[in-house]
């Protein structure tokens, strides 16, 4: 009850606020000078104090309470509400400004979950270049950034899962709407577990091992045969440390134990260890049929057999889309799954009814076996009969016609549209005592909540690497005949203002002004959107004078700036291309860490070793060969200086050529082409009627006749 009083209080005082805001505007309206609506283009008056980056807008509101006024502290995280555009505007508007407005909601929480988040993937995105330059691409009523990296994070990324789930939304209501008009079915189930608080979510190494509160065992003491060699690094650990399963991976086991055992496909009924052969007095009961094999020539093989239909071929079941929701609230975590079940028979409601029956009894059994707690079936209400707080609800989904807009119609019949129940969960909001969505409680631990901080951190470890949204085998192509579906994986979905912005961007932004004056500035990048969104170019360019930017040098037309402009398209592939090879190395790591016995470790630090062992005989080939030919070198070198030695001494023998060698003045030497000192040093003796060397007889060159003498003789 308090904390209810404190969740009323804060929201009255953030209505007062707001109140107070709009009489402020009003007021000071009447006195500014006139501008063009950005929207309707008529002349409009302006604010005296218009939205700024440094604003006092910007400034973050610390909640009072955990679970109080959640959806009050998504909205004051946004500078959108201060609107530019005069209450009368906003009532003409058509919807897109409150379109805006939820965008740049988006774009303001994503700036402060980076503050504290410890995913580097969502650090990087929409802060982190992939060019040199920022492109700033500017249409009607859309703005968008393009040469940034995204992180394509279907959980904890505002923008990311709003772009992805909008994508899956579509592509699930147009199968289900594609699906029901070929007269087939559809239930929505929603299977939940009691919970409470201090539950952890997480999976963790239970307390009492070294390697507590790690994602992997890395006890050195308990693989010893996986020490790694000199200058390796030490591969993953392999011992039995046992793991305590938090509640997100045991709501995932729960619904595939569900799916995957005979209950669900069927099974033979076996007696006296072979299977029963089919007889008049099976015929009364519709839980068995009739079961002939035939061999490759279609002829009969053995006799008939009893064969008891699952779970799926009992109700016509072609196959399933399950999705994961997690929700915090006074009981702790709460993690559920919806699941829609795709039928050949249409919906009904007594159909359904008995799906549900049949469907909890297995849920529970399941959700006990994995060491959940164990579903209620729920109580009657007097009022009208209806079941309410079971663990286990399923909806029949009904379709109408389609509209000329061509509205996707699919409800359910409590009046809530399916697709979005399905994937739409980064659009709730908190619902009294049942809880807050993630980015709910990312807005509350961004007001400095530590408890909220924790609480989020918890989020990320336990989210990351778990598929939202999966589908059963076989399903897609079923599909496939009815609508096309959407083959693209979730980072290659575009953003949204993709189609509503020009191509070509409207202004570059260099990197050092980017790292400078944007990304630092709390709020900047989604208000220079916010801006260009409302009031076009000029509004943008407004907002960066006021960061400090100087025009045709931090920032400008494309024309006007130097360098790239943005990355080619081979440039996006190629790093996609790394980014895939990096995150399968990861996941085949983790996959070998589950995978892999211990010998088969042992094995591959064998190969290792091996590996380093040639690695090193070659590079100790490679040094010897080098110091071989640095040995002949010096050797025929010293060589050389001997021989020069040698001769120097025998021309110091003879005193009158040594007096003349030392004093004579030097003469020059002009030797033909083609002709060297040793050649004519170790010529032969001179033909008959040739010059000659005075001192060992051999021939002289022509230069050479004056002196008589080689220049070594």
Wanted: with cysteine.
């Amino acid at each position: 009850m308090e904390q209810r009083q404190a969740a009323a209080r804060e929201a009255g005082r953030a209505r007062r606020r707001a109140r107070q805001h709009r009489r402020a505007a009003r007021r000071s309206s009447n006195s500014a000078p006139a501008a063009v609506d950005p929207l309707t283009g008529t002349f409009a008056p302006a604010l005296a104090n218009p939205l700024s980056p440094r604003s006092e807008a910007t400034d973050d509101s610390s909640p009072a309470d955990l679970r109080g006024a959640a959806r009050e502290v998504v909205n004051l995280v946004s500078t959108a509400a201060q609107s530019p555009l005069t209450t009368d505007q906003e009532a003409a508007d058509d919807g897109s400004l409150k379109r805006l407005k939820l965008r740049h909601q988006r774009r303001r929480l994503r700036e402060a979950i980076q503050r504290f988040t410890r995913l580097s993937g969502l650090r990087a995105c929409g802060t982190r270049l992939t060019g040199t330059e920022v492109g700033l691409h500017v249409g009607h009523r859309a703005a968008r950034f393009a040469g940034l990296q995204s992180c394509h994070s279907v959980w904890s990324c505002p923008i990311c899962q709003a772009r992805i789930r909008a994508a899956r939304s579509v592509e699930l209501e147009k199968a289900a709407l594609a699906w029901l008009k070929a007269g087939h079915g559809l239930y929505m189930a929603t299977l939940t577990v009691p919970h409470w608080k201090n539950v952890q979510l997480a999976s963790r190494v239970k307390d009492g091992h070294k390697c507590a509160g790690q994602r992997s065992c890395t006890c050195r003491c308990k693989c010893p045969v996986l020490a790694p060699a000199p200058g390796m690094s030490r591969p993953p650990c392999t011992c039995a440390c046992p793991v305590n399963p938090g509640q997100l991976a045991s709501v995932v086991e729960a619904w595939r134990g569900v799916q995957g055992g005979t209950w669900w496909t069927g099974r033979h009924v076996i007696r006296d260890g072979a299977p029963a052969p089919w007889g008049p007095g099976w015929e009364a009961d519709d839980r068995y049929v009739r079961r002939q094999e035939f061999d490759g020539h279609g002829r009969v093989a053995g006799p008939a057999t009893v064969w008891q239909d699952g779970f799926r071929d009992r109700w016509g079941i072609v196959g399933t889309t399950r999705t994961i929701e997690i929700t915090y609230g006074k009981n702790g975590w709460h993690s559920h799954a919806h699941v829609l079940i795709w039928t050949e028979d249409p919906a009904t409601e007594t159909r359904g009814e008995a799906i549900e029956e049949e469907l909890f009894t297995r849920w529970a059994k399941r959700c006990e076996a994995v060491g959940l707690p164990v579903p209620a079936r729920g109580e009657i209400r007097e009022k009208d009969g209806k079941r309410i707080r079971k663990g286990v609800d399923v909806t029949a989904a009904t379709s109408e016609k389609a509209d000329a807009l061509g509205r996707y119609v699919v409800k359910l019949q409590e009046g809530g549209a399916l697709a979005m129940e399905m994937t739409r969960y980064d659009l709730k909001v908190a619902r009294g005592e049942k809880g807050i969505t993630a980015l709910e409680l990312a807005a509350i631990a961004a007001a400095g909540n530590e408890e909220a901080v924790d609480l989020w951190h918890e989020y990320e470890f336990a989210t990351r690497g778990v598929q939202c949204l999966t589908w059963s085998q076989g399903l897609r192509e079923r599909l496939a005949h009815l609508v096309e579906m959407d083959e693209r994986e979730d980072d290659q979905i575009p953003d949204e203002e993709t189609a509503e912005t020009p191509e070509q961007p409207s202004l570059l932004i260099t990197r050092d002004a980017w790292w400078r004056a944007i990304v630092p500035v709390h709020g900047a990048r989604s208000d220079i959107l916010y801006q260009a969104e409302v009031g076009g170019l000029p509004a943008a360019i407004g907002v960066l004078d006021k960061l400090g930017l100087v025009y045709g040098t931090d920032y400008g037309p494309p024309e006007q700036m130097s360098g790239p402009v943005l990355p080619s398209v081979p440039q996006l592939r190629r790093g996609q291309t790394a980014r895939t090879a990096r995150r399968d190395r990861r996941q085949a790591v983790d996959d070998a860490v589950l995978t892999r016995t211990p010998a088969q470790w042992a094995q591959a630090q064998e190969q290792r070793r091996d590996a380093h062992q040639r690695e090193n005989l070659a590079r100790t080939a490679q040094t010897t060969t080098a110091d071989d030919e640095l040995a002949a070198a010096n050797a025929e070198r010293a060589q050389a200086a001997d021989e020069f030695a040698r001769r120097r001494a025998a021309l110091r023998q003879d005193p009158g050529a040594a007096r003349t060698f030392d004093h004579a003045e030097p003469r020059p030497v002009r030797l033909s082409a083609g002709d060297d000192l040793d050649t004519m040093a170790a010529a032969r003796p001179a033909p008959h009627g040739a010059p000659a060397c005075a001192h060992c007889g051999g021939e002289l060159a022509t230069a050479l006749a004056g002196t008589r003498r080689h220049a070594m003789c």
